[in-house]
Nanobody, 124 residues
Framework: QVQLVESGGGLVQPGGSLRLSCEASGRTFSPYAMGWFRQGPQKEREFVSFVIWNVGGTWYADSVKGRFTISRDSAKNTVYLEMNSLKPEDTAVYYC?????????????????WGQGTQVTVSS
């Protein structure tokens, strides 16, 4: 079983930055991809970004492209989400997830393991 633990959320003013971390533990960890998703108040869970674990290829939702950066440290079994120029509409619970699926990686149903989530609030 794989456990994922997010950290780094908090309250930040519009225009500010946060860095989320997600550390994996458990059995030998070698997913095909790791993703970040978010769920805002009274909204559906939505895709934010993913990274292909072995080669580092990345993809972003249009709403965060140019502001967020996903990265991973294989030695630490950790994936990061650097969030800059934050907006109030970025307020959400952010979840990391892991998958061995090789297709449709923007679809949350493709992910097998999920963290508990970390709250990000962007407000003045």
């Amino acid at each position: 079983q794989v456990q994922l633990v997010e950290s780094g959320g908090g309250l930040v003013q519009p225009g500010g930055s946060l860095r989320l971390s997600c550390e994996a533990s458990g059995r030998t960890f070698s997913p095909y991809a790791m993703g970040w998703f978010r769920q805002g108040p009274q909204k559906e869970r939505e895709f934010v970004s993913f990274v292909i674990w072995n080669v580092g290829g990345t993809w972003y939702a249009d709403s965060v492209k140019g502001r967020f950066t996903i990265s991973r440290d294989s030695a630490k079994n950790t994936v990061y989400l650097e969030m800059n120029s934050l907006k109030p509409e970025d307020t959400a619970v952010y979840y990391c997830a892991a998958t061995n699926s090789r297709s449709t990686l923007i679809n949350s149903a493709k992910y097998d393991f999920w963290g508990q989530g970390t709250q990000v609030t962007v407000s003045s």
